[in-house]
Nanobody, 125 residues
């Protein structure tokens, strides 16, 4: 069981930036594609971004392309989500997740086996 711990959420004004982190002590971290998802109150959880095991491939939801950047440091067993030009409608609980599956189905949350506890991002207008 891979335990993921997300952090970095907080309150930010619209147009501002936040950097989320998600780490683990598990030595198998580099074997997992990592993703970020978010869930706003009353809405379904949605895909935000994902990164391949090596970090060589990244995937983004259309709504965040050009503003968010996902990266990973396998030596530190951590994945990051840099979020710029945040919008109020992006207020949500952000979750990191790990999947043993590689490839273009990065937005399929059912492929992710391990989930962090979520970190709250609140964007004020």
């Amino acid at each position: 069981q891979v335990q993921l711990v997300a952090s970095g959420g907080g309150l930010v004004q619209a147009g501002g930036s936040l950097r989320l982190s998600c780490g683990t002590s598990d030595r198998t971290f580099s074997m997992y594609r990592m993703g970020w998802f978010r869930q706003a109150p009353g809405k379904e959880r949605e895909f935000v971004a994902a990164i391949s095991r090596s970090g060589g491939s990244t995937y983004y939801a259309d709504s965040v392309k050009g503003r968010f950047t996902i990266s990973r440091d396998n030596a530190k067993k951590t994945v990051f989500l840099q979020m710029n030009r945040l919008k109020p409608e992006e207020t949500a609980n952000y979750y990191c997740a790990g999947s043993p599956v590689e490839g273009a189905t990065a937005d399929n949350q059912h492929e992710y086996l391990y989930w962090g506890q979520g970190t709250q991002v609140t964007v004020s207008s």
